[in-house]
């Protein structure tokens, strides 16, 4: 591994492996190169083998460019790390433990526009006006309970005015139309692994015991679901990592909540602090 290239405290947090880390780091410091490296020394020293390290981001492109840089320092373009997006690792997961919950490991996953073309038939079913509720406005609003984890049976009991009776209506719905259609939304890839490691724990602990390190990009933007799948994987080890920028929240509007960052220390106790 290339040490010359990380700092005093890159190379700190680097080497901290037992106990939780959390690093913060505003852009341009050097997140990534830390979480690169540090896959590299839990491999290459022996602590982990490379199938037992998940290492987490929130773009496509991010997860990419990690990969191609873990291989490049490792040599190696056969390494079994998972690296990927929280969507698409949950989405693996859901592929393949989809007999646990009733659904076709080949589910569709609804993008934007197959969202809203559901919500227009749905709005339509129930003559509602586009004055009163535009299919983007329903996908909204249901996306936005999703990242807060209110499921349509709770919304229905905190309804109280008649608009929140209709949107409730429709949440269920849209779940329904989503179930028959063995289709999920986005908001459910992150929504639905939380059900199935709540009511399978062996299917928990099977996912606890194959990634042992969890190594976390963008901390700061983890919404509620994103930051319970982590808790729930990292539990039993403790071994985790997160970089992020406290300045820096760029996904608010998905539900990301900046506490996640700032209450580290209480989620993860005995944790060591990078800056």
């Known amino acids: 591994m290339a040490k010359k290239k990380l700092n005093k405290i890159q190379l700190q947090a680097v080497k901290s ?25 839990l491999i290459e020293n022996g602590f982990y083998k490379p199938k037992e390290i998940m290492s987490v981001t929130f773009t ?30 949950c989405a693996m997961i859901l592929r393949r433990e989809s007999n646990y919950i009733n659904l076709d490991p080949q589910f569709v996953i609804y ?12 709005l339509k079913k129930l003559n509602v006006s586009k004055n009163i509720l535009t299919p983007n406005k329903a996908r909204n609003i249901i996306s936005s309970f999703k990242n807060k984890m209110i499921m349509p049976e709770v919304q229905e009991k905190r309804s109280r005015t008649n608009f929140e009776k209709l949107v409730s209506e429709i949440y269920s719905l849209y779940q329904e139309e989503l179930r028959n259609n063995e289709a999920l939304d986005f908001d459910d890839l992150l929504l639905y692994p939380l059900e199935l490691f709540d009511n399978n724990p062996k299917v ?28 729930k994987l990292s539990i039993k080890n403790k071994k985790i990592c997160v970089v992020g920028d406290d300045d820096q929240s760029i996904y608010g509007w998905r539900g990301a909540e900046i506490d996640h960052i700032l209450n580290f220390e209480k989620t993860f106790h005995k944790c060591n602090i990078f800056t």
């Open 17 to 41: 492996i037992d106990k939780p880390v959390l690093i913060f780091a505003g852009a341009g410091s050097g997140k990534t190169r830390v979480l690169v490296h540090k896959i590299a020394y």
């Open 60 to 89: 496509n492109k991010a997860a990419k460019e990690m990969k191609e840089r873990a291989r490049k320092l490792l040599r190696s373009d056969k390494i079994p790390i998972t690296i990927g997006t929280f969507h698409s690792i």
């Open 111 to 122: 993008d934007v526009q197959d969202q809203i073309d559901l919500f227009k038939i749905l």
């Open 204 to 231: 928990l602990e099977k996912y606890q015991d194959k990634w042992k390190y969890i190594l976390v990009d963008e901390y700061q933007d983890t919404n509620k679901p994103q930051f319970h799948f982590l808790k």
